[in-house]
Nanobody, 124 residues
Framework: QVQLVESGGALVQPGESLRISCAAS????????FGWFREAPGKEREFVAT????????HYADSLKGRFTVSKDNAADTVYLQMNTLKPEDTAIYYC?????????????????WGQGTQVTVSS
């Protein structure tokens, strides 16, 4: 059984940075590609970033390139999302997702497993 647990969400001020984590309970962590998605109040869930199972390939939403960085620690079975220069419009619940595969995936429908989400609020 696959479990994904996000953590690290917080209330931060505009311009600050935050790193959120996704701890994966899986048999073989390196078999999985991971994605980060977010859902703001009143909006649909949107793609944020994805990383391949090797960690060598990443892809980001165009609007977030340069501010967000996705990474994974294979020794810790954990995926991270580093978020810099946060803006109020980044306020959302951030979800981690996983799928067994060789590529990286930007569609939410491609993922088989989801975490419960972690709240990130950017406000002064």
């Amino acid at each position: 059984q696959v479990q994904l647990v996000e953590s690290g969400g917080a209330l931060v001020q505009p311009g600050e940075s935050l790193r959120i984590s996704c701890a994966a309970s899986v048999r073989t962590f390196t078999n999985y590609a991971f994605g980060w998605f977010r859902e703001a109040p009143g909006k649909e869930r949107e793609f944020v970033a994805t990383i391949s199972r090797s960690g060598l390939s990443t892809h980001y939403a165009d609007s977030l390139k340069g501010r967000f960085t996705v990474s994974k620690d294979n020794a810790a079975d954990t995926v991270y999302l580093q978020m810099n220069t946060l803006k109020p419009e980044d306020t959302a619940i951030y979800y981690c997702a996983a799928v067994v595969g060789n590529g990286f995936y930007v569609q939410a429908s491609s993922y088989d497993y989801w975490g419960q989400g972690t709240q990130v609020t950017v406000s002064s």
